[in-house]
């Protein structure tokens, strides 16, 4: 069972139905999972950033190198939680302890407010950097201009 509630009464709504299908099952003891969690990001959130990251990887360099698109990414989601205090990236020892394996933030795991902060961030991080993106549209993401 999955119910999105956008305000108080659809809260309430949904709490009296889940009970309702929860007590009788709950009686004859059967166990559950309940999970609330914020609503995950949305996919022109995903859109704009994975543009500007696009953007970015295009005009920055680090470390006197070019990298990836998926290089840029980790890079700029491990600064955006350092940044902004969330438990960030760490690396460890592979299993056999012959290499490094870096862990890290996942924007995969963003609600919306957080993906609405690491676009912000992008933007702040850009103008740091001396990126220009080629079109910004607030509403739908980054369109890279032809």
Request: overall charge neutral; hydrophobic content about 40%.
């Amino acid at each position: 069972m999955r119910l999105l509630a956008i305000n108080e009464i659809q809260g309430h709504t949904a709490l009296k139905e889940v009970w309702a299908f929860l007590r009788p099952l709950l009686k004859a003891g059967k166990r559950f999972w309940i999970i609330i969690q914020l609503e995950s990001k949305t996919r022109p959130q995903e859109k704009k950033y994975h543009a500007m990251i696009g953007e970015i990887t295009k005009q920055a360099m680090h470390q006197g190198a070019q990298w990836d698109e998926e290089s840029w990414k980790r890079f700029l989601l491990d600064q955006f939680a350092s940044d902004t205090n969330r438990p960030g990236g760490r690396v460890t020892a592979s299993l056999d302890g012959k290499r490094v394996v870096q862990l890290g933030i996942q924007s995969r795991d963003f609600t919306i407010e957080d993906g609405n902060e690491f676009i912000e961030w992008l933007h702040c991080w850009a103008a740091n950097a001396g990126i220009e993106f080629a079109h910004v549209d607030g509403s739908d993401g980054v369109r890279v201009a032809p």
